[in-house]
């Protein structure tokens, strides 16, 4: 098999709360018929982001499209994981035309771009490009979406965090090894600052890669699909602070699914989620809820301290509505803080 006849594979990766789930659905909304398939890996205890693309409604966007890989960070586990869920799609009586990738936020891109060389998949599939998401608001506050006061609370209370903010070593990674940059939630930042972030990027950048901006992850798929990058070819190009699986420890990093009682409203649930992202080391809270006398499921995101929510769907018979949050966060943060402000 030539390598035009390979599936080509869009990795989407990007820190905690950039956007890449919102990408991937405005992706899929406008392909214009072509046959698509999702692999989406969670890091937190709870699917949360295949649901919400298998829930959103939009044709190629279903249930038999999309394969959630919930065991963690899917650039370490790729042979358990990966390697066998992309054999199951291209085995398919009709295999996808193009393959989108989503990782979690804490995973790094260049462990899964080197797997697309294991004899299993490599004269099948193709890494079409590496595309990172990049929270814009939040590198322009310095923080690459995570919350300083919170990381200088971690620190003050763990003698074992004495090392560099393993978080802006991720975001690095993942900048390092993209074939595009989206600069996402431009809508947020007024020009002094999108020219501030965009610096602050490409400064990180080893090489040419093309900087986009958009907001709320609409962007044409044109632009990000048919890069035809074919990255496994090219690791040499793409530095890392981990050059090796072994390197790269979650041990910095845990979570925690936090059940959750039917909410009054939506604002009483986001200000529960509001004060449970005040409790140091939390960085991304994410889930479903239930509003009393509302048919709709609410989804509710935390990135720091920015609270938003929106209903999806209508919780279907005999769905049961018990609600859950996922809450990630540095290795350590306070669960029970965390269970109690949740719980209002």
Request: negative net charge.
């Amino acid at each position: 098999m030539t390598l035009l006849q390979k599936i080509p594979c869009t990795i989407v990766t990007g820190f905690l709360g950039a956007g890449k789930t919102t990408l991937v659905r405005h992706v899929v909304e406008h392909n214009d018929g072509r046959r698509l398939a999702i692999i989406v890996n969670e890091f937190g205890d709870v699917g949360f982001d295949g649901s919400l693309l298998a829930s959103c409604g939009v044709p190629g966007c279903d249930e038999d499209a999309v394969v959630e890989l919930p065991n963690g960070c899917i650039c370490c586990t790729v042979a358990d994981d990966f390697v066998p869920a992309l054999n199951r799609l291209l085995d398919r009586p009709e295999p996808p035309e193009h393959i989108l990738i989503e990782t979690s936020g804490l995973a790094l891109p260049k462990p899964l771009v080197q797997a697309f060389n294991w004899p299993a998949i490599r004269s099948r599939v193709t890494v079409d490009g590496v595309v990172a998401v990049v929270d814009g608001p939040a590198v322009a506050a310095g923080a690459f979406a995570d919350d300083p006061e919170a990381l200088r609370a971690q620190r003050a209370a763990d003698q074992a965090v004495d090392h560099d903010n393993p978080l802006e070593e991720v975001f690095e990674d993942q900048l390092l090894c993209a074939d595009l940059v989206v600069m996402n939630k431009g809508d947020l930042l007024d020009a002094e600052s999108r020219a501030r972030v965009r610096a602050e990027i490409e400064g990180h950048l080893p090489r040419a890669v093309k900087l986009v901006e958009t907001a709320h992850g609409a962007i044409d798929p044109r632009v990000l699909l048919g890069l035809n990058a074919a990255a496994e070819g090219d690791l040499a190009a793409r530095p890392s602070h981990h050059e090796t699986e072994e390197d790269h420890d979650h041990d910095d990093f845990d979570s925690v699914a936090v059940p959750v009682a039917a909410a009054g409203s939506p604002d009483d649930l986001a200000a529960r989620v509001a004060r449970a992202a005040e409790v140091p080391g939390v960085l991304r809270i994410k889930g479903f809820c239930a509003v009393a006398e509302k048919p709709m499921r609410l989804v509710v995101q935390g990135v720091g301290r920015r609270i938003a929510h929106h209903y999806d769907r209508p919780w279907r018979a005999g769905e049961p509505r018990d609600g859950r949050l996922v809450v990630i966060g540095l290795s350590g943060f306070d669960r029970d803080a965390v269970a109690t402000a949740l719980k209002g």
